[in-house]
């Protein structure tokens, strides 16, 4: 692709467009990146190819008046794409550096945006105001370069660390004294039962929750529980099989699950299987909707450990015609739009599905 810039006169006025001209198609003769969002929109920025002197035809003028937004908020896909431009870490490192802003509540999915919670707000703001230069994004990819010059022997290692810690230690020295302490705390009636002082409610890294207010001596904490006609608690069919007591769903960072009423008394818990309505092909056990360690949806057996079978795409209940696997969900732009087969050997697609193909 050509970079070019072309100047336009009409009446009396230039109008100058900038953009690139298709020099060769390459892969685009097959394939166009398609945006995140899923909107097909024309490609911005490619111009036909002109020639000095030609004359221009007017098709069409539009007035229009255009204000600056706010930029569009990083996908996984887009974020990824904005370290390897600022030459933050490495390939091996963009999932780790994605789930640990999530796992930590700095940042949390709508759909497929990743947008940042009122925890992540909070922190920025402290660490921008506190330690500027450690959070600009030059300071990690310099780092990067630093370490890859000790690596080859160009910087002593001793030096590079001595150049950034005398500043970070002063900064830090300095927060200690002026980063204000930013707490969450409403005092509520209810008595702690285990120390008898005031319950308060308290922000944490996971959203709020109820704690003691005679922190740190007394550590009794519980979940926030809702309020208004949703608190109404829902008990499990069956009783606790320690105590006897009803269970009754709970909501922690990893979901809702079964907690005995009993608590503190009772500690029981107990998670809530949600079957598919499809067979374990390996054990012919129920396949259940189940969450991950890192919060992700998967698919797998209800006698778990005895039996480790598991899908990251719901099952349909059909077979695959061509190996025998389970047929799964297949997704696109956000939604259900066929099926596939669960077994990446074999990627059959039915026809109906896949716009006349049966493979992928």
């Given at each position: 692709?050509?970079?070019?810039?072309?100047?336009i006169l009409?009446s009396?006025?230039?109008?100058?467009?900038?953009?690139?001209?298709?020099?060769?198609?390459?892969?685009?003769?097959?394939y166009?990146?398609g945006?995140d969002?899923?909107?097909?929109?024309?490609?911005?920025?490619?111009?036909p190819e002109?020639?000095?002197g030609?004359?221009?035809?007017l098709?069409?003028l539009?007035?229009?008046?255009?204000?600056?937004?706010?930029?569009?908020?990083?996908t996984?896909?887009?974020?990824?794409?904005?370290?390897e431009?600022?030459?933050?870490?490495?390939?091996?490192t963009?999932a780790?550096?994605?789930?640990?802003?999530?796992?930590?509540g700095?940042?949390?999915?709508?759909g497929?945006?990743l947008?940042?919670?009122?925890?992540?707000e909070?922190?920025?703001q402290?660490?921008?105001?506190?330690?500027?230069k450690?959070?600009?994004?030059?300071?990690?990819?310099?780092?990067?370069?630093?370490?890859?010059?000790?690596?080859?022997?160009?910087?002593?290692?001793?030096?590079?660390?001595?150049?950034?810690?005398?500043?970070?230690?002063?900064a830090?020295?300095?927060a200690?004294?002026?980063?204000?302490?930013?707490?969450k705390?409403?005092?509520?009636?209810?008595k702690?039962?285990?120390c008898g002082?005031?319950?308060?409610?308290?922000?944490g890294r996971?959203?709020?929750?109820?704690?003691?207010?005679?922190?740190?001596?007394?550590?009794?904490?519980?979940?926030?529980?809702?309020?208004?006609?949703?608190?109404?608690?829902?008990?499990?069919?069956?009783p606790?099989?320690?105590?006897?007591k009803?269970m009754v769903k709970?909501?922690?960072?990893?979901?809702?699950?079964w907690?005995?009423?009993?608590y503190?008394?009772?500690?029981n818990?107990?998670?809530?299987?949600r079957?598919?309505?499809?067979?374990?092909?390996?054990c012919?056990?129920?396949?259940v909707?189940?969450r991950?360690?890192?919060?992700?949806?998967f698919?797998?057996?209800?006698?778990?450990p005895k039996?480790?079978?598991g899908l990251?795409?719901?099952?349909?209940?059909?077979?695959c015609?061509?190996?025998?696997a389970?047929?799964?969900?297949?997704y696109g732009?956000?939604?259900?739009?066929g099926?596939r087969?669960?077994?990446?050997?074999?990627?059959f697609?039915?026809?109906?599905?896949?716009?006349?193909?049966?493979?992928?």
């Amino acid at each position: 692709m050509d970079m070019t810039a072309v100047d336009i006169l009409a009446s009396g006025y230039t109008f100058r467009a900038t953009g690139s001209i298709i020099k060769f198609d390459g892969f685009m003769v097959l394939y166009l990146e398609g945006k995140d969002d899923g909107e097909e929109e024309e490609a911005v920025g490619v111009l036909p190819e002109m020639k000095k002197g030609e004359s221009l035809s007017l098709k069409e003028l539009l007035p229009t008046q255009h204000f600056t937004q706010a930029p569009a908020r990083y996908t996984e896909a887009s974020l990824v794409k904005e370290l390897e431009q600022k030459g933050i870490g490495r390939p091996s490192t963009y999932a780790p550096i994605i789930a640990t802003v999530t796992d930590r509540g700095y940042v949390h999915k709508e759909g497929r945006v990743l947008a940042p919670t009122e925890l992540g707000e909070i922190i920025n703001q402290q660490l921008v105001e506190h330690f500027p230069k450690i959070v600009d994004v030059l300071f990690t990819a310099h780092m990067e370069d630093d370490l890859d010059d000790i690596l080859e022997g160009k910087v002593k290692w001793r030096k590079m660390l001595a150049d950034f810690w005398e500043p970070f230690a002063a900064a830090l020295e300095a927060a200690k004294v002026n980063m204000k302490t930013i707490k969450k705390e409403e005092v509520l009636e209810e008595k702690c039962p285990e120390c008898g002082k005031q319950l308060m409610v308290r922000a944490g890294r996971y959203g709020d929750f109820i704690a003691c207010s005679g922190f740190p001596e007394c550590r009794y904490t519980r979940p926030l529980e809702p309020t208004g006609p949703e608190a109404e608690k829902v008990e499990a069919a069956e009783p606790c099989e320690k105590c006897g007591k009803p269970m009754v769903k709970k909501r922690s960072r990893f979901g809702e699950f079964w907690a005995c009423s009993g608590y503190p008394e009772c500690k029981n818990i107990r998670s809530i299987v949600r079957p598919v309505g499809v067979k374990c092909p390996q054990c012919g056990g129920d396949l259940v909707e189940r969450r991950s360690k890192r919060g992700k949806t998967f698919f797998g057996c209800k006698n778990y450990p005895k039996c480790k079978f598991g899908l990251w795409s719901r099952p349909t209940g059909d077979k695959c015609p061509r190996c025998g696997a389970l047929m799964v969900e297949k997704y696109g732009k956000g939604k259900v739009t066929g099926s596939r087969c669960s077994n990446k050997e074999c990627g059959f697609v039915p026809e109906q599905d896949s716009g006349g193909t049966s493979d992928v």
